[in-house]
């Protein structure tokens, strides 16, 4: 990865992903000493030009939860095929992957049978923080060019600075930026510390997300019609903030998360 190399993470299938313990339909059969995988991914990023990813299939139809396993494997693999998918992300693209009698050496088991969700969610707990950050980060680029373009633009005759309208536009947002930081430091003090973070990782993801959308949203505002050009990037982020609320768990599921356990 340092060499700048991408990877993938196949979890999501037709079937649906807010869910994958009960939607992954991928199946990995034991056959002689090498794992026989059939089935289909969707909205795989980076499927197509990554040097290797991970995919979670189901190792048994009976155990549920338990019968979920995950594979490492090369795209070069026979039986492997992925193929991109036009959405508004233009980054990082997602792909349609197909299985078909996909064979992988009985090595490419990672962890256990029956660990694969387990696997899966510790990663993307800890994940959560630094996707929180760039969350963060793309959101406060945002806001210091929102805070420039309104101290040099006139309309009226009176700087956009000068507009209650804007001030409040823009005081919203730096007090939304200051509480994600923090939502994101605590949480990721708390991973650090080996403690259980998975609420926090969930609140963190959620209001970076949401803060992010809302950001962006004011910024594109502020520069009227450059807001939208591609001479910037803030059309764009405005895309990939949309992409935030629904990839790594739609906000709905974060809440779901938050909630169960305040009624634990
Ligand atoms: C650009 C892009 C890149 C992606 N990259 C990857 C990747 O690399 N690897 C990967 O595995 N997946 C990837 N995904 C898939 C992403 O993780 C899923 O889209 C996401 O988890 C939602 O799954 P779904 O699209 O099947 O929606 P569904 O699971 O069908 O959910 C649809 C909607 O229902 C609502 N919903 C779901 N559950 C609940 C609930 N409990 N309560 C209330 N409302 C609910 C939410 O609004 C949700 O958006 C990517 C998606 C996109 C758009």
Known sequence: MREGWRTFFAITEPSGGSDPAGAIQTRAERRGD?????GRKVFISNAHNSKWGIVWARTSREKGRAGISCFILEPGTPGFTAKNIRTIRT??????VVFEDCELP?????????QGLDLA????????????????G??????????????QRSTFGVPLSQRQA??????????????????IWEGAWKADRGEDARVEASIAKLYSSEVLGRVVDAAVQIHGGYGVSKEFPLERWY????????????????RMVIARALFR
């Open 138 to 151: 793309v959101a406060v680029a945002a806001h210091r060019m929102a805070i420039a373009h309104a101290k």
């Open 106 to 114: 009985g090595d490419a088991l990672i962890g256990t049978e029956g």
């Open 121 to 136: 969610f510790d990663l993307l707990v800890k994940n959560r923080f630094p996707y929180s950050a760039c969350n963060l």
């Open 34 to 38: 090498k794992w026989v995988l059939n």
């Open 166 to 183: 804007i001030q409040w536009m823009l005081a919203d947002a730096e007090v939304e930026l200051r509480a994600c930081r923090w939502l």
């Open 239 to 254: 895309r990939e903030a949309r992409v935030r609320r629904i990839g790594e768990g739609p906000s709905e599921v974060h």
């Open 91 to 96: 980054a990082s693209i997602p792909n349609d």
